[in-house]
């Protein structure tokens, strides 16, 4: 089946630093991808609709120049969460959608677990 | 109310019980997603349905479109059975951009 690849799945940053996430798509195109942030306890949110060759979509509440979001390929989004504060931490997650192939569904990636100490 | 409402929150059950986890939405949607989620973080899409029912080994999903309702049942449970089930739907005026999710529904199987 479809294959989403998240990394890293783990990562501990300081304060005001800045981390990048990445989400591939191993076996099939993704012209749109998503992305979601969990708190614990929490239902999945989504924080953006990314789009391969344009601009990110964000959804109300999100921080467009915090969460740096790039897709400039059809099989590779990324997330940067830049100057990074404590708040920030939780766990981040992508999704996407075999728009094209046979597979009809959304594949998540395994997800990430960011720390801001 | 949350558009999407899952029912138990938590679940406990013996090793072999048969397992029903129940959602209920309260928009027009185009499809409605299983998902399962360990205790890594890792999601798993379980099922994709639009109407009727699906199964896939010991998993079996089905959904009433009149009634917004679906259920997802697990036969022959197992420990490794014990994740977080999330119910989700594409609500009908997004189409298939927007997903919304239930809070999940907390599985434990014990031996």
């Known amino acids: 089946g479809a294959v989403v690849s998240q990394h890293p799945s783990w990562v501990i940053c300081k304060s005001g630093t800045s981390v990048k996430i990445e989400c591939r798509s191993l076996?099939?195109?993704?012209?749109?991808m998503f992305w979601y942030r969990q708190f614990p306890k929490q239902s999945l949110m989504l924080m953006a609709t990314s789009n391969e060759g344009s601009k990110a979509t964000y959804e109300q509440g999100v921080e467009k120049d915090k969460f740096l979001i790039n897709h400039a390929s059809l099989t590779l989004s990324t997330l940067t969460v830049t100057s990074a504060h404590p708040e920030d931490s939780s766990f981040y997650i992508c999704?996407?959608?075999?728009?094209?192939?046979?597979?009809?569904?959304?594949?998540f990636g395994s997800g990430t677990r960011l720390t801001v100490v | 109310k949350n558009e999407v409402e899952q029912s138990p929150q938590n679940l406990t059950a013996q090793e072999g019980e048969f397992i029903t986890i129940n959602c209920s939405y309260s928009v027009g949607i185009s499809a409605l997603h299983w998902l399962q989620q360990h205790p890594g973080g890792g999601i798993v899409s379980l099922f994709m349905?639009?109407?009727g029912k699906k199964k896939h080994g010991r998993l079996i999903a089905t959904i009433n479109i009149q009634e917004k309702h679906s259920s997802l049942h697990i036969t022959a449970s197992h420990p490794r059975d014990s994740a977080v089930y999330i119910c989700a739907v594409n609500p009908l005026t997004g189409g298939y951009q927007k997903v919304t999710f239930g809070t999940g529904t907390k599985l434990q199987v014990i031996p």
């Open positions: 076996d099939f195109q993704a012209t749109t």
């Open positions: 349905l639009s109407s």
């Open positions: 999704s996407a959608r075999d728009s094209v192939g046979p597979y009809y569904g959304y594949t």
